[in-house]
């Protein structure tokens, strides 16, 4: 299967301090990766897509400098909140298409990790 | 801009017969697909349709009009464990994937 993995899975911070969020693909390579939020009982609203070796491409609405993603390699993303607050606190799950995802057929079927819950105080 | 509507709770009874729907306004479309998630859990795919029609794997099954913009997930055969959120998702372009407001389906005994 396609498995991503995150880490941590929960994170308390005081405000001000900056978390880093790792999002990794164990068996397969994603060259693109997305980072969703969730509020509780709320939907997952995209905040930007990852893209190995270059920018991320941010959702409308979503500070870049506040949440600055490095796709450094094809396993490895990383999401960090800078000057976290209290408002910032939510789930942040990050996701990834499967090794076969450019094929016919193609269902575009991501993958999640588990998520990271923060909590910022 | 993208929107997805679906109704915030629906309940049901274990054996019973659940439809939970979902209207769309995107400026994209390259399919509907629909995902469930426990709390605290991560998303896991349910199925998908790009075309319309329906599509059934097992006790689900999803059913996609594209002139109406609108879909249904159908699950069948309740069970407690189908407890849970569920969310559609619209592919808007190759590669984002947006959700739906999410229907938290209560299965009681």
């Known amino acids: 299967g396609a498995v991503v993995s995150q880490h941590p899975s929960w994170v308390i911070c005081k405000s001000g301090t900056s978390v880093k969020i790792e999002c990794r693909s164990l068996?397969?390579?994603?060259?693109?990766m997305f980072w969703y939020r969730q509020f509780p009982k709320q939907s997952l609203m995209l905040m930007a897509t990852?893209?190995?070796?270059?920018?991320?491409?941010?959702e409308q609405g979503v500070e870049k400098d506040k949440f600055l993603i490095n796709h450094a390699s094809l396993t490895l993303s990383t999401l960090t909140v800078t000057s976290a607050h209290p408002e910032d606190s939510s789930f942040y799950i990050c996701?990834?298409?499967?090794?076969?995802?450019?094929?016919?057929?193609?269902?575009?079927?991501?993958?999640f990790g588990e998520g990271s819950r923060l909590t910022v105080l | 801009g993208q929107s997805l509507e679906q109704p915030s709770e629906v309940t049901a009874v274990e054996g019973a017969i659940v439809q939970i729907n979902c209207t769309y306004q995107t400026s994209g479309f390259y399919g509907l697909s629909w995902y469930q998630q426990h709390d605290g859990g991560a998303p896991t795919f349910l199925s998908y349709?790009?075309?319309?029609g329906l599509e059934e794997t097992g006790r689900f099954s999803s059913f996609l009009s594209r002139s109406d913009s609108y879909g249904y997930l159908l699950l069948q055969e309740l069970q407690m464990k189908d407890s849970a959120s569920y969310f559609c998702?619209?592919?808007?372009?190759?590669?984002?994937?947006?959700f739906g407001t999410g229907t938290r389906l209560l299965v009681s005994p």
């Open positions: 068996d397969f390579q994603a060259t693109t």
């Open positions: 996701s990834a298409r499967g090794p076969n995802s450019a094929g016919q057929g193609n269902t575009g079927e991501l993958f």
């Open positions: 990852s893209n190995e070796g270059s920018k991320a491409t941010y």
């Open positions: 998702a619209v592919r808007a372009g190759f590669q984002k994937l947006v």
């Open positions: 349709n790009a075309l319309d």
